[in-house]
């Protein structure tokens, strides 16, 4: 396989970040789920979680860095975090758009109900993971049950007004491959999905994202025992498209890990790749802009994000 490094070469592709504008934050693993194709191994048992030193660090940096407009918050089930109200609350204060990337269940949780009223409170733009709009898809990706209590979730938040005309709560989803083999066109399959949840739910949302699995973490542990690993890096490496290329998130985006460890983009951070190739954190630091014009850390799965349509944090690419 040629790796993603020369690939780039063959097409005179050279990756800087050109801009920061969206600050991704990782406050921690602890999560109400394990999905089977959580690139995170997100779950219950984990026990990484950003304490407040490091969620004050961030809120300090922030204020310091007016080039960025989004923070972005992820986990785990980002909500779990105690400090995750309060990093809210201080960036909306700074008229920043903060994304909430929510499993749904987590309102069910207690101690959490309280949720999507403080999501509306601030007017958070909330991204939630819906694999599918059938039961059967859902259960077999999330667990058993997940389904049924993401549908209850989505209703909840529709009755506050997220994904409805005219209210500015914005709802999207996020769809991802049940296995290995890569998303369909983004526009038909928001097509799909917003009429079989209206016609059957009554739901409502604003956008579907299409996001290719990458082959790390839990789903890479399912690639091998599949025997699929190189089936399906042969079809990402196959499908390459030097225009998502031109376009991967990781030219506009910083991702902080729960430690305060600075990464090139969320799937780095799992790898434990980090960003210059140096275990560089947040007190190393004055400004988040000291990453702009810098070379991304690169590896083979990167080819996920760069595959057909591309792939990101906001969905396709092209």
């Known amino acids: 396989m040629l790796s993603f490094v020369k690939k780039l070469d063959e097409h005179q592709i050279n990756l800087k970040r050109i801009a920061i504008d969206i600050l991704q934050i990782n406050v921690g693993k602890l999560c109400n789920q394990a999905c089977h194709h959580c690139h995170v191994e997100a779950g219950p048992t984990r026990t990484e979680i950003m304490t407040e030193k490091t969620v004050d660090r961030?809120?300090?940096?922030?204020?310091?860095?007016?080039?960025l407009k989004t923070i972005d918050l992820t986990g785990g089930a980002p909500e779990i975090n105690p400090y995750f109200k309060k990093l809210v609350i201080a960036a909306r204060s700074m008229n920043l758009e903060v994304i909430d990337r929510c499993n749904l269940?987590?309102?069910?949780?207690?101690?959490?109900?309280?949720?999507?009223?403080?999501?509306?409170?601030?007017k958070v733009h909330v991204i939630a993971s819906?694999?599918?709009?059938?039961?059967?898809?859902?259960d077999k990706q999330r667990g058993r049950g997940v389904f049924d209590k993401s549908i209850e979730g989505l209703k909840l938040l529709n009755s506050l007004g997220f994904g409805v005309e005219g209210t500015g709560l914005i709802l999207d989803l996020v769809y991802n491959p049940g296995?290995?083999?890569?998303?369909?066109?983004?526009?038909?399959?928001?097509?799909?999905?917003?009429?079989?949840?209206?016609?059957?739910?009554?739901?409502e949302f604003n956008q579907l994202y299409t996001i290719t699995n990458m082959?790390?973490?839990?789903?890479?542990?399912?690639?091998?025992?599949?025997?699929?690993?190189?089936e399906y890096m042969?079809?990402?490496?196959?499908?390459?498209?030097?225009?998502?290329?031109?376009?991967?998130?990781?030219?506009?985006?910083?991702?902080?890990?729960?430690?305060g460890l600075?990464?090139?983009?969320?799937?780095?951070?799992?790898?434990?790749?980090?960003?210059?190739?140096?275990?560089?954190?947040?007190?190393?630091i004055q400004k988040i802009d000291v990453f702009k014009n810098r070379n991304i850390a690169l590896a083979n799965h990167?080819?996920?994000?760069t595959a057909g349509a591309g792939s990101s944090c906001g969905g396709a690419l092209i």
């Open 58 to 67: 961030i809120i300090e940096l922030i204020a310091q860095s007016p080039e």
């Open 105 to 122: 269940t987590i309102f069910y949780e207690k101690g959490f109900e309280d949720i999507p009223q403080f999501l509306k409170d601030q």
């Open 130 to 138: 819906m694999p599918c709009y059938t039961k059967d898809n859902v």
């Open 179 to 203: 296995g290995a083999f890569l998303p369909g066109d983004q526009e038909k399959l928001e097509s799909d999905y917003k009429r079989e949840l209206k016609q059957f739910f009554n739901l």
């Open 215 to 230: 082959p790390i973490k839990r789903f890479l542990d399912d690639l091998n025992r599949q025997g699929k690993y190189a």
């Open 234 to 259: 042969d079809l990402l490496v196959n499908n390459f498209n030097p225009h998502a290329a031109n376009s991967v998130m990781c030219k506009s985006l910083i991702s902080i890990g729960w430690d």
């Open 262 to 284: 600075i990464y090139d983009c969320d799937f780095n951070q799992m790898l434990e790749i980090p960003v210059d190739s140096k275990k560089t954190t947040l007190w190393d």
């Open 302 to 305: 990167c080819y996920g994000c």
